[in-house]
């Protein structure tokens, strides 16, 4: 947008200050750079006033980005500012997150004005549009034009605020006025009309990523089996079922007649291979984000509810749940057998140090799929909240979306996250926070098997590509992660045995803090094809 009557930088500092409040923004993520300076010293000037947002400072955008979705996710709202050109575009890969998930993140970045734009002025580039097509870009240069944009919670908000000099006045920032929020969190409960599904077909209830306790709510009055995924939120209660992945490909799974799905399903080919069966009615409950889970043939459902009286026939869910009992002892027992630590082993006791009110933040490839085979489903209202970035479920940004998490989640009894050690050399950034930050107590779980392990369990991992796999997949790095550590001053811990990772997270230390588990990708493929053979022969399964 251009304008000839342009506020002053001042001014459109103060005006963002209360656009942020009136969002409901309690947390701003800052980038340092020139152009945003004005914008910057404003919030900061905002953060020493009483009920005003909570400041955080990061050198990177990137992790600046995946922090503000880490606060963001964990129910508190949060905005990222950057100064203008190759800024902005770092923060890409968190906004495209962000939407896929449906998180409500708020970006802000400083632009030069309009008339600057395509006359080769330093650290200019098209910012109106960066984010399209699925973001809009607000273009203000003017007060009006940033009190005009809507505040809603509900996508992802784009600010490209036009700052023209002088860009820093002489004396300090006076405090600017507050706002309050004229805006709330969405409910995460289905809307719209009941749809009463009656008895009959052979059902089961799948719960994707942030499907909510709804998935969980609904297996229950129907008694129908759950397969819920660790981050879905509904994976509690004794409907949901931990092996459910692998019982899919026995003669249970093939006798699946309706699926009604929650949340966005992302961790397995057999889910997967079930929604795309032809001969299985899919009933979807439409998820939050930009291309929500939506297979070929299935019908869009709002508030799915139970029809009967009286649970749907108990022989169903009975079925179920022996098999389910039968293929989790036989896996513990396998596992329990194997000489060195796995990286099962590592996700089992990771989940098993969740106390009740806790928050694990899981990262994606291995590490997610290890903690569904792994997680026995707790009881109702433990309150241990598993989260994810499985909107795009890329490896980047998740040490600091778990910083960011862990931040703003007050009362949570206890912090961690588990990742792989890709995930976390692609993220090491996000260790690096300034004396003055705000530092969660957060304990980061690392099964270090020098690579790409997930890989190996894919066509690629076949003996046939033995030649090319570790130089294109496998990629071994070598990374010294004491080293790293030692750099970010975060306290590093490596251990090798299950008893030696029990008592390393039985211990925690305060503060951010990184426990190494050293795993082998070596015999892998063949743990996981002998995890899947103990589904062969299990009773009641035919």
């Not at 305060?510 to 063949?526: H, K, Q």
């Amino acid at each position: 947008m251009t304008t000839s009557s342009a506020s002053s930088a001042a001014e459109l500092a103060d005006a963002l200050v209360a656009w942020l409040g009136r969002a409901g923004v309690t947390e701003v993520v800052v980038a340092p750079g020139s152009r945003n300076a004005p914008l910057a010293l404003a919030l900061w000037a905002a953060s020493q006033q009483d009920g005003g947002p909570r400041l955080h400072t990061r050198i990177d955008e990137r992790t600046g980005g995946f922090l503000a979705l880490g606060l963001t996710r964990s129910g508190a709202r949060a905005a990222v500012l950057t100064t203008s050109g190759t800024a902005v575009a770092n923060l890409h890969p968190a906004v495209l997150e962000a939407v896929h998930s449906g998180v409500g993140l708020v970006v802000v970045s400083a632009d030069r004005p309009a008339r600057l734009r395509g006359t080769g002025a330093n650290q200019t580039t098209d910012q109106v549009g960066i984010f399209s097509p699925f973001v809009i870009t607000r273009d203000v240069a003017t007060v009006a034009e940033l009190d005009a944009v809507a505040a809603g919670w509900d996508e992802v908000v784009h600010l490209n605020v036009q700052l023209d000099a002088p860009l820093v006045p002489d004396a300090p920032v006076p405090a600017p006025p507050l706002a309050a929020p004229v805006v709330s969190a969405p409910s995460r409960r289905p809307s719209g009309p009941a749809t009463l599904l009656p008895r009959g077909p052979r059902t089961v209830v799948v719960a994707g990523d942030d499907a909510g306790p709804p998935a969980r709510q609904l297996a229950e009055a129907a008694g129908w089996p759950l397969l819920a995924e660790p981050t879905s939120g509904a994976r509690t209660g004794d409907h949901a079922l931990r092996t459910y992945r692998l019982l899919l490909g026995t003669g249970l799974g093939r006798r699946i007649e309706r699926v009604v799905v929650f949340g966005r399903p992302t961790l397995s080919r057999p889910v997967t291979l079930l929604l795309e069966r032809g001969d299985v009615e899919v009933l979807v409950v439409a998820g939050r984000g930009a291309w929500p889970v939506r297979p070929a043939g299935s019908v869009p459902v709002t508030a799915p509810s139970w029809a009967g009286d009286e649970p749907d026939d108990p022989a169903w869910l009975d079925a179920w749940r022996a098999a389910d009992r039968e293929l989790g002892l036989r896996i513990d027992r396998l596992l329990a057998a194997e000489p060195a630590l796995t990286p099962y082993d590592v996700a089992g006791v990771t989940h098993a140090a969740l106390p009740a009110g806790g928050l694990l933040v899981v990262g994606a490839s291995s590490p997610v799929r290890d903690l569904d085979v792994m997680v026995r489903p707790p009881a109702v209202g433990t309150r241990r909240k598993v989260i994810a970035n499985r909107g795009l479920a890329g490896i980047d940004g998740t040490i600091s979306t778990a910083v960011g998490a862990a931040l703003g989640r007050s009362g949570s009894t206890r912090n961690l996250a588990l990742m792989g050690d890709l995930t976390f050399l692609h993220d090491q950034t996000g260790l690096v926070l300034g004396p003055e930050e705000p530092r969660p107590d957060l304990t980061i779980v690392v099964p270090n098997d020098d690579g790409g392990a997930i890989f190996s369990m894919l066509e690629q991992g076949a003996p046939a590509h033995a030649a090319s796999f570790e130089r294109l997949f496998g990629t071994p790095h070598g990374t010294d992660l004491s080293g790293l550590c030692a750099a970010a001053r975060v306290p590093h811990l490596r251990v090798t045995s299950r008893p030696e990772l029990d008592q390393a997270l039985a211990m925690p230390n305060g503060g951010i803090e990184v426990v190494e588990a050293v795993v082998s990708r070596t015999g892998r493929r063949d743990l996981d094809a002998r995890i899947r053979g103990l589904a062969a022969d299990l009773p009641g399964t035919d």
